[in-house]
T-cell receptor, first 113, second 116 residues
Framework: DARVTQTPRHKVTEMGQEVTMRCQPI?????VFWYRQTMMQGLELLAY????????DSGMPKDRFSAEMPDATLATLKIQPSEPRDSAVYFC???????????FGSGTRLTVV | AQTVTQSQPEMSVQEAETVTLSCTYD???????LFWYKQPPSRQMILVIR??????QNATENRFSVNFQKAAKSFSLKISDSQLGDAAMYFC?????????????FGAGTRLTVKP
């Protein structure tokens, strides 16, 4: 089964530290999404890319978050500096075409203390 | 903006029984896609079923089926012969068909408990 791979699965860090989360989309998928899941806000879209170009990052706090796709096999989400309110599960999802659902990774649970 | 509403934060069902999870959405589009995702305790998001708005026939996947009412903007999920493994959070999602603007919007989720 093809899968979206996210690393790390868990991350605990201190406030102010830089955090980088990585995602390997399914080979051949040209659209990559970053979602954040919290109890209060549910699943929120942070950013997404098509063919490695950013299409929408309006859901992302620009002052501390950045998302990139250095190549077709890697998407990164970086938080610098991290804050306790960033604690959440961050999901990467990938897809192709416009008629199907997306495949999600297992998520990165981030805890900022 | 499109919104997806799941009015049932929690539901429970007896094993082998049938349960229906509700979802409504708001959109001005005539063409779109609707999905149900399952999130078990492992937190993996698993696609359960999808429905194209232009299709009148309700989608079915084994024990999972939907009741799609386009005029009412309603998209409920029916789980038949519930199994213990069906216990999870279920999310309803909406997606536009636009090539350049088709991110998926999710409801708040319904936590389903299956009682043995």
């Amino acid at each position: 089964d093809a899968r979206v791979t996210q690393t790390p699965r868990h991350k605990v860090t201190e406030m102010g530290q830089e955090v980088t989360m990585r995602c390997q989309p399914i080979l051949g998928h040209n659209t990559v999404f970053w979602y954040r899941q919290t109890m209060m806000q549910g699943l929120e879209l942070l950013a997404y890319f098509r063919n490695r170009a950013p299409l929408d990052d309006s859901g992302m706090p620009k002052d501390r978050f950045s998302a990139e796709m250095p190549d077709a096999t890697l998407a990164t989400l970086k938080i610098q500096p991290s804050e306790p309110r960033d604690s959440a599960v961050y999901f990467c999802a990938s897809g192709s075409g416009i008629t199907y659902g997306y495949t999600f990774g297992s998520g990165t649970r981030l805890t900022v203390v | 903006a499109q919104t997806v509403t799941q009015s049932q934060p929690e539901m429970s069902v007896q094993e082998a029984e049938t349960v229906t999870l509700s979802c409504t959405y708001d959109t001005s589009e005539s063409d779109y896609y609707l999905f149900w995702y399952k999130q078990p305790p492992s937190r993996q998001m698993i696609l359960v079923i999808r429905q194209e708005a232009y299709k009148q026939q309700n989608a079915t996947e084994n024990r999972f089926s939907v009741n799609f009412q386009k005029a009412a903007k309603s998209f409920s999920l029916k789980i038949s012969d519930s199994q213990l493994g069906d216990a999870a959070m279920y999310f309803c999602a909406y997606r536009r068909p636009s090539y350049n603007n088709n991110d998926m919007r999710f409801g708040a989720g319904t936590r389903l408990t299956v009682k043995p």
